[in-house]
């Protein structure tokens, strides 16, 4: 089905252009499926552009918000609404008049914004996806987690618990103060965004959801939730590994996250 032209996106407010938000290798001719990978806090599109190379047929296309990878001197935004909003212009505009199916794939608090993002474009009419691959991420409201307090730490407190929750960043960053003071202006807004975000009931997604987790994330325990959110088909997954799991099942992952976007579903 050919999508209507312009992004259908009211209220799109804070929305840059498409071309900053959205990046990832040239086109394929033979693409069935753009698939809009939406990154975990503090994460930059460049690991999830390079899924391209596995899956075929598919257009992978990589969100990317001020204050990281090739916008990393932008401010960044502090509000999921301020993401949700910017993202639904982007894509919108992206997918107006084109006619291959489209797929939302998020990891962690990516898969969040994805969430909100898909059902913020179901309610505006604009066509969004058919599939969400959600990843690593409780099903609302659980997704947030408590305390709320982790995007008000000092620069050194916040990059001990980075580093005890999720790994720590790359020494050529901890190498460099800008580097690293840039890159905690980030994460640090990601966390904020994840911290204030407060789930409103609605209708459940009429796209199929796929759920993925690692067998040694606490996450993966509780992402059979998913199912509530979606009037779709959905699916749950696990792999053997922790809050990345895909990067040591990189395979596995991509084999998975394939059949969900391309197949007849979950």
């Known amino acids: 089905m050919t999508r209507p032209a312009g992004p259908g996106a009211a209220g799109a407010g804070r929305a840059a252009p498409g071309g900053a938000w959205l990046v990832g290798r040239p086109p394929r001719a033979e693409a069935e499926v753009s698939l809009y990978c939406f990154p975990h806090a503090g994460g930059t599109p460049g690991e999830f552009v390079r899924w391209s190379e596995d899956l075929p047929g598919v257009r992978v296309r990589a969100v990317q918000p001020p204050g990281r990878a090739s916008r990393l001197f932008e401010p960044p935004l502090h509000r999921m609404a301020d993401l949700v909003?910017?993202?639904?212009?982007?894509?919108?505009t992206e997918t107006a008049g084109r006619e291959e199916r489209v797929a939302f794939a998020g990891h962690s608090l990516g898969a969040l914004v994805a969430f909100e993002v898909a059902r913020t474009m179901e309610a505006r009419g604009v066509p969004g996806p058919d599939r969400l691959v959600v990843s690593a991420c409780p099903a609302p409201p659980e997704a947030v987690p408590p305390g709320g307090v982790l995007h008000l730490l000092p620069d050194l407190e916040l990059l001990r618990e980075i580093g005890r929750r999720w790994g720590p960043l790359p020494e050529e960053i901890r190498a460099d103060p800008d580097l690293l003071a840039y890159t905690l202006r980030g994460f640090r807004a990601d966390?904020?965004?994840l911290e204030t975000y407060r789930y409103v009931p609605g209708p459940p997604a009429r796209c199929g959801i796929v759920a993925i987790g690692g067998t040694g994330d606490?996450?993966?325990?509780?992402?059979?939730?998913?199912?509530?959110?979606?009037?779709?088909?959905?699916?749950?997954?696990?792999?053997?590994?922790?809050?990345?799991?895909?990067?040591?099942?990189?395979?596995?992952?991509?084999?998975?996250?394939?059949?969900?976007?391309?197949?007849?579903g979950p």
């Open 218 to 264: 606490p996450a993966a325990a509780r992402m059979d939730r998913w199912s509530a959110h979606t009037a779709g088909p959905f699916a749950l997954h696990t792999l053997p590994g922790g809050h990345f799991y895909f990067r040591d099942r990189r395979h596995e992952t991509l084999r998975l996250l394939h059949a969900a976007i391309t197949g007849p």
């Open 191 to 193: 966390l904020e965004a």
């Open 85 to 92: 909003e910017a993202i639904v212009a982007a894509i919108g």
